[in-house]
């Protein structure tokens, strides 16, 4: 690190892969892991002689709780953190992503203080392959989708299905909830409806911001009711929906390259940060 006086930026973006809410198969044990490495991140950050410090995470229902707790336990770290949930499409990306920045209050301040500027796919990709951008999501339950509830898929025995604009992976019965006095197969059949989307479904248009880029999964070009086929983005043009620069080197390994890039925080939020500290 650093030596003691010199002024430097800490930035840190623990893994969110076990807390993310597009990861409905996790292990409880798993997501416990991942919460802790965003409490033991924090409280380094909290800790070192950084000048300012960031972090940047999915805004999960229990990374945002962490967060107040350890502001509410913690006088060090209420002095020293504050945090934020902004969808990064209103800071220029392209895409949807719904992120916590936690970090100095100074920094969250400075971060929320930038203008608000809206850019769509068509504004990033110089020759776009379709008409809209379509995610990977193939079932969905409808008639729990529109109650908003986030545990709406669990149940529907299929591979994915979209829960408020979110994709979740389900695959048997026994990821339903236990309900007393009632059978797991009983509460499937009552509550639960599903369909399969076609590939003329959940497209966005790109004159519109597009679905959030995952480390699991590209976003496919689609142009609705013409029979042409979905066609995935490239690595580049996933890249480029990113933020990353043409130089960025993606390598040979695509899968490598899908992981890196969607679990990345976009280079235009973390320049954002910094030109509205300068």
């Known amino acids: 690190l650093p030596a003691l006086g010199e002024r430097w930026w800490l930035h ?3 893994p969110c892969t076990k807390v993310s809410r597009a990861n409905q198969q996790r292990d409880p044990s798993a997501k416990a892991l991942g919460i802790d490495m965003v409490e033991w991140f ?4 909290v800790d070192s002689h950084a000048t300012w410090w960031s972090m940047e995470q999915v ?15 913690d006088a060090r770290i209420r002095d020293r953190m504050a945090f934020t949930i902004v969808n990064f499409k209103h800071f220029g990306l392209p895409t949807d992503r719904r992120r916590v920045i936690a970090g100095s209050p100074e920094v969250v301040a400075a971060f929320l203080r930038a203008p608000r500027r809206h850019l769509a796919v068509k504004d990033y990709i110089a020759a776009p392959r379709g008409t809209h951008v379509r995610n990977d999501a193939l079932w969905g339950n409808p008639k729990q989708t529109a109650k908003r509830n986030p545990c709406a898929a669990t149940g529907t025995h299929v591979r994915n299905a979209v829960v408020a604009g979110y994709t979740t992976r389900c695959k048997t019965l026994a990821d339903l909830p236990q309900v007393p ?4 197969r009983e509460r499937f059949k009552g509550n639960y409806q599903y369909q399969r989307y076609s590939d003329d479904d959940l497209c966005r248009p790109i004159g519109k911001a597009g679905f959030c880029i995952t480390a699991a999964h590209r976003l496919r070009w689609a142009t ?4 042409v086929p979905l066609e995935r983005l490239t690595a580049r043009e996933t890249a480029t929906l990113q933020t990353f620069p043409q130089s960025y080197e993606i390598g040979q390994l695509l899968g490598v390259a899908q992981r890196g890039l969607g679990n990345a925080l976009p280079p235009l ?10």
């Open 59 to 73: 805004a999960a229902t229990a990374v945002i709780a962490l967060l107040e707790r350890l502001r509410a336990a």
């Open 181 to 184: 006095g009632v059978t797991k």
């Open 224 to 227: 609705p009711h013409t029979g």
């Open 42 to 45: 924090v409280r380094f950050a």
């Open 269 to 278: 939020i973390m320049q954002t940060i910094v030109e509205q500290m300068m």
């Open 12 to 14: 840190g973006s623990p």
